[in-house]
């Protein structure tokens, strides 16, 4: 504006065409061009008509501009209302600008032309949806989500590739990266994500801020989205909370989506051509890439991403517990009839008190430990190993007459004599006797170990003392030892119940040597 206005102030001071273009620096037939469009400005009272005239609507004449125009132009405020219904319409599949001019054409015969139309649709659009810039604190948020291009790796002789999903994640305040690949983003690979990350960032921040991706919330809602039990345990492990964006508003996290466009070029590109072998060896060589990324300065200034986060954020993270995360899978189950719950990773069966039979219990278990809950209260625990038995049972489980069912199943004649021995050696003869008595080991094994219990009612010392009396029978059988403890016959005195008389020395003993 203010070269137009020398150039006319210069042509009312009759200065040559040639000289205004020199002193302005614009072409002579810019400056005449300029000049016949201001002609209808040239009017006896010019001076004051220029004056009113304001620079926007000077510029309308001169450049042909139709912004210039201004809210009170009733083609632009059409125009205007066009874009609001153009604003909503957009989004919608099969909807383009080339489109909606043709039907802004079909209500508007006098329209703007579509070039000068798409310009001011991008000025409407800019202008109604403008950025707003966040300022984040230290320590505050991880901003977290899986990148849209994956990675691959290849197995064996043909090369196969196999896929991988890319997790990234970012500290917004000092811009941090972390960045790995995974197999999937299912619930193990996603939790062994959050260990690592944790793990490289040495601490964690308030809050953590993902998308609404399965493995993390259940139920998407803008004002209390609901959690997978893998975020309420990483939650009470890390002593820290998941915050969910709103509903398909990927600029609730920002940073982040910036970060996954970094990853492409830092990341993706400079190993584009390489390959993998493994997962492992992609991600050493991502590791590698990532660290570079990290200390690499920001443009136009000295410090990286690394030197922020260890000036400012570092110290503000919350550290990191003692004991790793280990994921627990929950799952509702029903106690059977023989008191044990089956899990479904291997189809195991592990036992609880039978007094939950029939009772739903939660069951947490992992690769090392199985819990179960009744009511919030834990009532069983084992420990898995990867040589255990289909069946796992703990004997406290059990009823009495289960227990004694399950104490036969054990038996054996070693245990009994080890048993018997510990009474005495006349109990030790009658149970060897008891057990070799039949060929129904069984019924042996049950009639001994009844004759042995006896000594907790009788005492040792009567058991013994009866088995002393039945020491001269040949088969002595579990009713004589109970009979004679019942009548009190290992009180009465025997034949052989007085110690043998020593003799005393004299000369008429002879000794071996008369026997030579």
């Known amino acids: 504006m203010i070269q137009i206005k020398q150039i006319r102030q210069l042509k009312k001071d009759n ?26 400005l040239d009017t006896e009272d010019s001076t004051s008509q220029m004056n009113k005239i304001s620079d926007k609507e000077i510029a309308a004449i001169v450049y042909n501009n139709d912004v210039a125009a201004g809210p009170t132009d009733e083609r632009y405020l059409k125009l205007l209302t066009h874009f609001k219904y153009v604003k909503g319409e957009l989004p919608k599949t099969g909807a383009n600008r080339q489109l909606l001019w043709h039907e802004y054409q079909l209500e508007n ?11 001011l649709l991008k000025d409407y659009l800019k202008d109604t949806n403008p950025a707003y810039h966040l300022e984040y604190q230290p320590g505050e948020f991880t901003q977290i989500d899986f990148a849209g291009k994956k990675m691959y790796y290849t197995v064996g002789n043909a090369e196969a590739k196999i896929s991988c999903e890319i997790f990234v994640a970012s500290l917004p305040f000092s811009g941090l990266i972390f960045c790995m690949a995974v197999a999937t983003q299912r619930t193990a690979d996603f939790a062994h ?3 690592e990350m944790v793990k490289y960032f040495g601490g964690l921040t308030l809050t953590i801020l993902s998308d609404n991706l399965k493995t993390a919330v259940i139920r998407a809602d803008k004002a209390e989205p609901v959690f997978t039990q893998l975020c309420h345990q990483l939650s009470e492990h890390y002593e820290t909370t998941f915050s969910a964006t709103a509903p398909r508003s990927p600029t609730h996290k920002a940073m982040v989506e910036g970060s996954v466009n970094i990853a492409y070029n830092h990341i993706y590109g400079p190993l584009r051509n390489s390959k993998f072998t493994s997962l492992e060896e992609l991600n050493k060589q991502i590791r590698k890439q990532l660290d570079l990324l990290n200390l690499k300065p920001y443009k136009g200034a000295r410090e990286s991403r690394r030197d922020l986060f260890n000036q400012y954020e570092k110290s503000t993270l919350k550290p990191l517990p003692e004991r790793p995360f280990e ?8 106690v059977q009839r023989n008191y044990y719950v089956i899990l479904p990773d291997n189809k195991h069966y592990y036992s609880v008190p039978y007094q939950y039979v029939g009772k739903k219990l939660t069951v947490h278990y992992n690769p090392r430990i199985v819990e179960l809950y009744y009511k919030f209260e834990r009532v069983a625990f084992h420990v898995r190993r990867s040589t255990e038995p289909v069946y796992n049972r703990i004997a406290g489980h059990m009823p009495e007459n289960h227990k004694a069912m399950e104490a036969t199943k054990g038996w054996n004649e070693r245990e009994f004599m080890q048993r018997a021995a510990k009474v005495g050696k006349y109990t030790e003869q009658t149970a060897h006797r008891i057990l070799h008595s039949s060929i129904y080991m069984e019924q042996n094994f049950k009639a001994c170990n009844t004759m042995l219990l006896l000594q907790n009612k009788y005492t040792k010392e009567r058991l013994e003392e009866c088995c002393k009396r039945a020491s001269n029978i040949q088969r002595p059988t579990l009713r004589l030892i ?9 009180k009465q005195p025997t034949l052989f119940d007085d110690e043998e008389i020593a003799l005393p020395a004299h000369q008429n003993i002879r000794g071996s040597e008369a026997y030579k």
Do not use: F, H, W
């Open 15 to 40: 200065v040559p065409i040639m000289e205004i273009a020199r002193r302005t620096g614009l072409s002579r037939n810019t400056v005449k061009k300029y000049l016949r469009k201001l002609g209808a």
């Open 327 to 334: 994921l627990m899978y929950i799952k509702e189950v029903t």
């Open 482 to 490: 109970r009979d004679m403890l019942e009548n009190n016959m290992d």
């Open 193 to 195: 994500c959050i260990v």
């Open 109 to 119: 015969s006098d329209g703007y032309k579509y070039s000068q139309y798409c310009n």
